[in-house]
């Protein structure tokens, strides 16, 4: 159970609009990513979803109820916080134990689930100490083993892999993945990096400004975007964007090509122009190339590329490999 | 900076703050020191240090002089009924002003704390003739209300800032957990506020017991407490030091006792959240 319908709801702030109408259907155990640059609305969205904002108008429905006005408590969701949001005074198990404490469960049955999601999230020795005695990535488990003991029928994460440290977030975004394959619950998270939507989501959402630029599975956002600012904000490095003489002979005011998308050679090629910039990875070369009236270009080739700043390059778009886009920023098809 | 300047500059730090602590406590030490000598020995010019005949003599006087008991109990009352009751009225206070701040809370905040910058003497008049129309003089529920009015801007601010400290995150996810307004004051606000309160209550009981000027103007006998009592000691009929001097370690001990149990509290309180 977990399917999450909300029907043009709208939020302001005083006379500031954060959320324009917006409708959206998330299905009963997808794992939907809400993306989108810092200010976008995604965390506000998630809080109303969470009824710690009330929505200025709309509705909110949780499989099939209307709970747009229903305290947080009321809606059976669960939700991990970007600081984790710990009760500082509590032992870890007591912690864990929170909200089936709330729901008034007997204390055998507490402390079996306590023991299971310490297993679980390796947390088992830790029962006892508290919270600021554990490492960013232990106190991330806690906040999660807090959410799955409930049963909810969806989980909330407000950005909760932004406090660690780039090798425990690559670890911490498989255990999520993993965690949703084993309990097949509905789960939205909000982040502003793509990388995370792209590896964990099976659903999408875009939002720029309150708004939803488009929804849709990771792949299909990275090869058909509905507009610039999808085919900007997903897929890194960005995709290159080429306006004038170039667009216009594809019928296009823009034409959009992503760095793995553009063929380098020293010999010949469509376009010519110089290096800038040259970043070997070994694994792969990221150039950045000045292509004179084209602009300065983001290349990715794989494996060691052998040049270096100032050397003269040719680079070739795969042509079915292009995007266009009219004059509103809106993709061709 | 090389090792050996940080040395040196830290044994300067370190003598330095021992020099201004010893300048600080020198009054206390001298009083108490005054206390244990004969009246001949206290005004003795060059002054006696510690070789002179120690004696308990004067508290054995201050003691059959006056009733040091009935002036502590009233001290006691007052300083921890005003607070008690200040804190029940500024809870609320910071409570409102920390969680669901309005367009005009930090003006509010800022006019409580100009109460603080008025000489008390400039209204001494008024307060004076109220109390003596309402019966208040020399009465210790007077002196409770007194007290309270005074240092109420100081407490609602202390217990603001340590609000203000709890983050809103932590409440939310109680929300979130199923905690219903009740379970969410019980189970996680007042735990985490409760140091909070604790250094405020300490901190306003040691400034209660201290005040001197509205206990001194509005009591005469009977709900005079500590502060009363030392200064009965100020006669005008001459000066008795170490007479005074008793009263006054008689009078301070049980503050400084309380104090130098709880300095970890009051260095929090005094900090005002300033440090975490």
């Known amino acids: ?333 | 900076m090389s090792r050996r300047s940080s040395t040196r500059r830290k044994a300067l730090m370190t003598v330095l703050a021992w020099a201004v602590g010893l300048l600080l406590f020198f009054p206390i030490l001298w009083t108490v020191l005054t206390s244990f000598k004969t009246e001949a020995v206290a005004i003795a010019d060059p002054p006696v240090w510690f070789n002179f005949d120690w004696t308990l003599e004067n508290y054995a006087t201050v003691q059959e002089r006056s009733n040091y008991g009935r002036h502590f109990w009233n001290s006691v009352v007052v300083s921890v009924g005003s607070t008690l009751l200040g804190v029940i009225i500024a809870v609320p206070a910071a409570w409102a002003m920390a969680f669901v701040p309005g367009k005009r809370t930090r003006d509010i905040l800022m006019w409580m704390l100009s109460t603080k910058m008025l000489p008390p003497v400039g209204v001494l008049i008024p307060i004076y003739l109220i109390f003596r129309n309402l019966g208040l003089l020399d009465t210790r529920i007077g002196l409770v209300i007194v007290l309270m009015l005074i240092n109420l801007p100081i407490i609602v601010w202390m217990l603001y800032t340590y609000f203000k400290e709890i983050p809103g995150e932590i409440l939310e996810a109680s929300r979130m957990d199923g905690a219903g307004l009740r379970e969410e004051i019980l189970y996680v606000l007042t735990p985490m506020a409760v140091p909070g309160i604790a250094s405020t209550l300490l901190l306003n009981v040691i400034l209660a017991w201290n005040e001197a000027f509205w206990t001194l103007n509005l009591t005469a006998a009977k709900a005079a407490p500590l502060t009363a009592f030392i200064a009965s000691y100020s006669s005008p009929e001459g000066l008795f030091y170490a007479k005074l001097s008793a009263a006054s370690t008689m009078a301070i001990a049980p503050i400084m006792i309380l104090g130098w149990f709880s300095q970890k509290q009051l260095v929090r309180g005094l900090t005002f959240g300033a440090v975490k």
């Open chain 1, 1 to 333: 159970m977990g399917s999450i319908t909300l029907s043009k709801i709208t939020k302001t702030f005083g006379p500031k609009e954060v959320i324009p109408p917006l409708d959206l259907q998330i299905n009963e155990g997808e794992f939907v990513v809400f993306v989108g640059p810092s200010g976008c609305g995604k965390s506000t969205l998630l809080r109303l979803i969470a009824g710690l904002e009330d929505v200025t108008s709309g509705q909110i429905s949780i499989n099939g109820e209307e709970v747009t006005l229903a305290p947080p408590a009321k809606r059976g969701l669960a939700m991990v916080f970007q600081s984790y949001a710990l009760y500082p005074h509590m032992s870890v198990k007591k912690n864990i134990a929170f909200p089936l404490k709330m729901a008034k469960k007997s204390q055998s049955e507490i402390d079996e689930k306590v023991t299971n999601a310490a297993k679980v999230l390796n947390l088992t020795e830790y029962l006892d100490h508290r919270p600021g005695q554990l490492s960013g990535g232990q106190r991330q488990r806690v906040a999660i083993g807090r959410a799955i003991v409930r049963e909810p029928a969806a989980f909330l994460f407000d950005e909760p892999l932004s406090n660690l440290d780039a090798a425990l977030r690559v670890n911490m975004r498989a255990e999520i993945s993993d965690l949703h394959r084993q309990l097949e619950t509905t789960m939205i998270y909000v982040t502003h990096d793509q990388v995370e939507a792209m590896t964990m989501a099976d659903k999408i959402v875009v939002l720029q400004a309150g708004r939803i630029e488009q929804v849709g599975a990771p792949l299909e956002l990275y090869e058909t975007p509905r507009n610039k600012f999808v085919a900007g904000f997903i897929g890194s490095p960005r995709m290159n964007f080429i306006e004038g003489h170039e667009a216009a002979k594809h019928d296009a005011h823009t034409i959009g090509i992503r760095p793995e998308h553009l063929t380098i050679s020293t010999e010949s090629g469509a376009w010519q122009g110089k290096v800038g910039l040259a970043e070997h990875l070994g694994s792969d070369t990221f150039l950045r190339v000045d292509a004179g009236p084209l602009g300065e270009l983001t290349v990715r080739a794989i494996g060691d590329v052998k040049v270096k700043y100032g050397d003269t390059v040719f680079l070739s778009p795969d042509p079915s490999k292009i995007h266009r886009f009219d004059a509103g920023g809106l993709a061709l098809r």
